[in-house]
């Protein structure tokens, strides 16, 4: 694993085969600016490649409506996609969000980041 890209309200690290760990902090408020800062990340990170994306988030974490359009609308190619999602609240959400989501990718939530990493892994 490389060292990981700041960003003050997440990490963005290179895992084996190609993932990309987005690691959300607690208690932080994601805006469109973070998403957008994220792409930007995930552009250079990902260097035109194929990639496999992990978003880790903490259970006091949330997601501003216009970022979550923002993912929506412009949201970077990937392999796959698996969330690690803590709290039962952030499930509901995102429950909602994969039902109405437009995407070309596999997508799906997982408990812990072992259980992500073993599923992302087969795509």
């Known amino acids: 694993m490389n060292a990981p890209v700041q960003h003050k309200k997440f990490t963005v690290s ?6 990309l ?11 469109e600016l973070d998403i957008r ?18 978003i880790q988030s903490e259970r006091y974490g949330t997601i501003t409506k216009a970022a ?12 796959a996609e698996a969330f690690v999602i ?3 609240a952030q ?3 995102f429950n909602l969000y994969n039902k109405l989501r437009k995407g070309d990718h596999p997508v799906k939530a997982f408990d812990n ?3 992500a990493i073993k599923w992302i892994n087969t795509k």
Do not use: T
Not at 37 to 54: A, Y
Not at 68 to 79: D, K, L, T, W
């Open 68 to 79: 979550r359009e923002c993912v929506q609308n412009e949201s970077r190619p990937a392999i």
């Open 14 to 19: 290179r895992l084996e085969n190609d993932i």
């Open 91 to 93: 499930k509901i959400m």
């Open 37 to 54: 800062e994220g792409f930007k990340i995930n552009d250079e990170l990902s260097e035109g490649k194929p990639i496999r994306r992990i």
């Open 86 to 88: 803590p709290s039962l």
């Open 21 to 31: 760990l987005f690691y959300y902090f607690e208690d932080k408020i994601i805006d």
């Open 113 to 115: 980041l072992e259980d």
